[in-house]
């Protein structure tokens, strides 16, 4: 074993090695609200493609940006984070440590350009890989440290978009600029060189808080509060009720300005889709631990299949909805929200049945095998029965 891996082994060697089925029932839970997020941007009725929206459309994107937007991403980056720490500690103990992360990340990274470049310009795969190998240096630091550096960040990024989200509540309703892609669907030169634009800001505007969130979860794995009992069920029912609280105060004022007037901007509510959008991510997965937690996770299977396939459903996500918009020829704004609604809808019940029945003959998405053949450069076993009771012994990727 090198150093680098004595070093982790040191630092895990008493943790549990089984898979924590609760994480995955979360992760599937975010994929389905990373699904209801995205689609509306795939098929031109998101914001890049309407400064305002009218009739049903309004009432839709309503409730989308109090209950969804931004809560999702939310408990993605941070189980981003918490899925780092049990890599590291699946590594450790196989005498691998930050070289074999650097490649995991380096492979996300050519996932991530190649799915911005030829599929969508709404890609989140290339800001993670990028902002994932700044976790590399806190993989020998204290859990004091990294969870002080992820407060930290998170403080920061408060402060960062409470003052824009201020600065777009005092401008007027209609952008100055217009909506980014009013012409319509971008093609691969205008995903490129929006690619540069988004990937700046999103690591300037969104890196900070992303960051804060990738060093939550690697603190909350490496403290298993996912664990069985890890939080007490009384604490996990105060945090409910204070999230929900906080959370849906901070909604209220887009729920107030539509009753006011049923057209709705985007720009007005940043700050308060923001906010929300902690607060509620808070309560979604207290609500799941306290649903899915001591024993009861055996009717959350299904999602925790869609989990265990997060990254093969994130991309076919867009590989199906992207090639249903060009196949049917849709233009943008076109379809209602509605009807992108059901289109999210119909593609995670689709999703949902694969995943369980995919995860009954393999161990793991097709995806997640590419990426752990990148990560460990020889090929894991796919079929279960090829890989026995206790799997390939190489470490989730």
Not at 346 to 374: D, H, K, N
Request: net charge positive; charged share 15%; aromatic share 14%.
């Amino acid at each position: 074993m090198t150093g680098e891996g004595k070093t982790i082994a040191r630092v895990t060697e008493l943790e549990p090695a089984e898979r924590n089925e609760l994480v995955d029932i979360v992760r599937g839970f975010a994929v389905f609200g990373i699904c209801l997020v995205n689609v509306p941007e795939m098929a031109g009725n998101g914001v890049l493609f309407r400064s305002a929206h009218e009739g049903s459309d309004a009432l839709i994107r309503l409730l989308f940006d109090m209950f969804v937007q931004t809560k999702f991403y939310t408990i993605f980056a941070f189980l981003f984070g918490m899925s780092f720490h049990l890599f590291i500690r699946s590594a450790g103990r196989r005498g691998a440590g930050a070289g074999a992360a650097a490649r995991r990340f380096g492979a996300l990274l050519v996932f991530g350009a190649a799915h911005a470049i030829l599929l969508w310009h709404g890609d989140i795969l290339l800001t993670y890989a990028l902002l994932g190998f700044l976790l590399l240096p806190f993989i020998r630091r204290q859990d004091e440290t990294v969870a002080a550096w992820g407060w930290s960040l998170i403080g920061v990024a408060i402060f960062i978009h409470t003052l824009l989200g201020l600065s777009l509540l005092i401008m007027p309703a209609n952008p100055i600029s217009g909506p980014v892609f009013a012409d319509g669907y971008p093609g691969p030169a205008e995903r490129i060189e929006y690619l540069y634009t988004d990937v700046a800001v999103s690591l300037l505007l969104n890196g900070v808080e992303l960051f804060g969130l990738f060093l939550l979860g690697m603190y909350a794995g490496r403290r298993g509060w996912f664990n069985p009992g890890a939080v007490p069920a009384r604490r996990l029912a105060a945090i409910q009720r204070v999230s929900l609280a906080v959370g849906l105060t901070a909604a209220a004022p887009m729920a107030i300005a539509y009753a006011k007037e049923p057209v709705y901007h985007f720009e007005p509510h940043y700050l308060y889709i923001f906010l929300s959008g902690k607060a509620l991510a808070v309560f979604y997965v207290a609500t799941l631990m306290r649903l899915a937690g001591g024993g009861r996770s055996a009717r959350f299977r299904p999602l925790a299949a869609v989990g265990r396939m997060a990254f093969t459903n994130y991309l076919t996500q867009t590989i199906l909805t992207v090639g249903l918009v060009y196949a049917l020829r849709i233009e943008p704004g076109a379809l209602p929200l509605w009807a992108t609604l059901l289109w999210s809808a119909a593609l995670l019940v689709l999703q949902t049945y694969w995943s369980i029945r995919w995860l009954r003959r393999y161990r793991m998405g097709p995806f997640e095998w590419i990426w752990r053949l990148c990560t460990w450069l020889r090929a894991p076993a796919m079929r279960r029965e090829a890989a026995g009771a206790d799997g390939t012994g190489m470490p989730m990727p």
